[in-house]
């Protein structure tokens, strides 16, 4: 069963603006953990900002927040005043506590416009 | 941040021939590495958990024989494509946990002829 979605295949957003990226999970572990990753073209996997399941308060990274609602399983990405070097592909990924692994969604490609 | 080194990244080999990626944890220790392959604008997929100083863990439907896997150090962990063939051509991409957290290498680029 499919533990992380992305239904946003590809997104447009103007230099400045901020934009969302959205991401739901499934699971039934009261622990876990959740990740944000972005691809730029060049490959590398950046890792950007953690929840964790118990965290009271919504993660924040700079320009980055994680818009966690535990009880809608979602765990949204805002990126803020949007640059150019954003776009990218952007990763949402979760690890149960009782597991090592991650689980990634298909991603997110964000294109930026000046 | 915790630095994750990936080398080469990019190879071109013959079909047949072996080729061998290093992963590198620069500044933390790593018990624990990841093996990741990549298509196309498709999602990660996850080859196999390397673990220091024991055996390889393999998902379901990776080669053991083709995929091999060495971890010899806290900071070291290698991949290496055995006999080589076009459709091994991929984006190879390793990470390293620390303090709960992925870091990932920047990725190889394999191409076999």
């Known amino acids: 069963a499919q533990k992380i979605t992305q239904t946003q295949p590809g997104m447009f957003v103007q230099e400045k603006e901020a934009v969302t990226l959205d991401c739901t999970y499934d699971?039934?572990?009261?622990?876990?953990?959740l990740f944000w990753y972005k691809q730029p073209s060049s490959g590398e996997m950046i890792f950007l900002i953690y929840?964790?399941?118990?965290?009271?308060q919504n993660a924040t990274e700079g320009r980055y927040s994680l818009n966690f609602q535990k009880a809608r399983k979602s765990a949204n990405l805002v990126i803020s005043a949007s640059q150019l070097g954003d776009s990218a592909m952007y990763f949402c990924?979760?690890?149960?506590?009782?597991?090592?692994?991650?689980?990634f969604g298909a991603g997110t490609t964000v294109t930026v416009r000046a | 941040g915790a630095v994750v080194s990936q080398h080469p990244s990019w190879v071109i080999c013959k079909s047949g021939t072996s080729v061998k990626i290093e992963c590198r944890s620069l500044?933390?220790?790593?018990?624990?590495m990841f093996w990741y392959r990549q298509f196309p604008k498709q999602s990660l997929m996850l080859m196999a958990t390397?673990?220091?100083?024991?055996?390889?863990?393999?998902e379901q439907g990776v080669e053991k024989d083709k995929f091999l896997i060495n971890h010899a150090s806290l900071t070291l962990s290698t991949l290496t494509v055995t006999s080589a063939h076009p459709e091994d051509s991929s984006f190879y991409i390793c990470?390293?946990?620390?303090?709960?957290?992925?870091?990932f290498g920047a990725g190889t680029r394999l191409s076999v002829l």
């Open positions: 699971t039934s572990d009261p622990s876990y953990g």
């Open positions: 990470s390293a946990q620390w303090i709960n957290i992925q870091y």
């Open positions: 390397s673990n220091e100083g024991s055996k390889a863990t393999y």
């Open positions: 500044d933390f220790q790593a018990t624990t």
């Open positions: 990924a979760m690890r149960e506590f009782n597991d090592y692994k991650l689980s």
């Open positions: 929840q964790g399941s118990y965290d009271q």
